[in-house]
């Protein structure tokens, strides 16, 4: 199963940054960022079968990405300037966090 959490631009199309989870047949936390290479955090044992917080920070010229308040991977974004909306699953498991 694949779950994609990130952040889209306001037009809800084209997603921006976003964590992709594959339980399938790689499980790893896999890091989105357009224009540079996705990367992975495996083996993904201590992130299944469990409650996980998942954090994006887009900051400047860089995306961060935290797992449990833990900074995963900092990668270069020359991030558009405006709003950008969070998505999240229809259905699932996964709730929203404050």
């Not at 290479?37 to 995306?63: A, E, H, M, T």
């Amino acid at each position: 199963m694949q779950t994609k959490v990130g952040l889209f631009g306001t037009s809800g199309i084209t997603p921006l940054v976003f964590f992709d989870l594959d339980t399938d047949d790689v499980a790893c936390p896999w890091m989105n960022v357009p224009g540079s290479p996705v990367r992975n955090r495996c083996p993904s044992g201590s992130y299944l079968n469990r409650s996980l917080k998942l954090r994006i920070k887009v900051q400047g010229n860089q995306v961060e990405f935290f797992a449990d308040d833990a900074l995963l991977e900092t990668i270069p974004y020359p991030s558009p300037e405006g709003a950008y909306r969070g998505c999240l699953p229809a259905a699932g498991s996964i709730q929203a966090g404050r």
